[in-house]
């Protein structure tokens, strides 16, 4: 079937570097592409989405870029701050949402 | 600022019992849907209400899943019986009138455990 899946389970960045989390999708047809945030103890919370006849978006310190072409959805956080620790998880909406699995992602001090 | 409610948080239950989830959207929401997040992956759609009719239904397990949601307001999500392989987050989510179907609010959840 469709999936929306993302590359990397874990990524590990140093505090104030700029993050990139990736995801690749399946299905060409969906609407929207969301990225959500989701720390230890807490529901998904909405971060950024982009249109499918778009291919970059910008919101404060994140970026998403989207590459129909390859089919792959990237989210990049500027000055990635300690607060920034939890899973990402991307999106499509086609009818509905799907959710890939989850990157974790981990700021060192 | 308005938050969507569930309870409990946490859940401990022998297989086989029954469980009860509640959840409160926020005030106003029509839409109203209950996920299932297994441990690493991310949430999946198990049931959508538009107002107290559901509008999809085809991913809940019927046979020991039932939701309602009576008035229109809140919402039980019930497991009877449950099994091990029910062990998850259960989240709930609600989205307002003239916002789209990404603009979504999530509960903190309730963790069941199945023992």
Same mark, same amino acid.
């Given at each position: ?7 990397? *389970? ?10 990139? =989390? ?11 592409? =969301?990225?959500?945030k ?8 909405? =971060? ?33 701050? *300690? ?14 949402? =799907? ?9 060192? *001090? | !600022? ?7 948080r946490?859940?401990?239950? !022998? ?14 929401? +029509? ?20 107002? !107290? ?10 046979d ?18 449950? !099994?091990?392989?029910d062990? +998850?987050?259960?989240?709930? +989510? ?22």
């Amino acid at each position: 079937g469709e999936s929306v899946g993302l590359h990397l *389970p874990t990524l590990s960045v140093q505090e104030g570097d700029n993050s990139i =989390i990736n995801c690749a999708y399946s299905n060409s047809a969906s609407d929207y592409f =969301i990225w959500y945030k989701q720390e230890s103890g807490k529901g998904p919370q909405f =971060i950024i989405d982009i249109r499918s006849n778009m291919d970059k978006r910008q919101g404060q310190r994140v970026t998403v870029l989207l590459n129909k072409t390859v089919k792959h959805l990237s989210l990049q956080i500027a000055a990635t701050q *300690p607060g920034d620790s939890a899973v990402y998880f991307c999106a499509e909406l086609s009818g509905k949402l =799907i959710f890939g699995q989850g990157t974790t992602l981990q700021v060192k *001090p | !600022e308005a938050e969507v409610a569930q309870s409990p948080r946490y859940k401990i239950t !022998e297989k086989s019992q029954a469980v009860a989830f509640w959840c409160d959207p926020i005030s106003g929401h +029509a839409t109203l849907y209950w996920y299932r997040q297994i441990l690493g992956q991310g949430p999946e759609l198990l049931v959508q209400f538009q107002d !107290e009719s559901v509008v999809d239904d085809s991913q809940l397990p019927k046979d020991r899943f039932s939701a309602e949601r009576l008035k229109g307001v809140d919402s039980t999500l019930k497991i009877q019986p449950a !099994e091990l392989g029910d062990s +998850a987050m259960y989240l709930c +989510a609600s989205r307002g009138p003239g916002l789209s179907y990404n603009e979504q609010f999530f509960g903190p959840g309730t963790r069941l455990t199945v023992l």
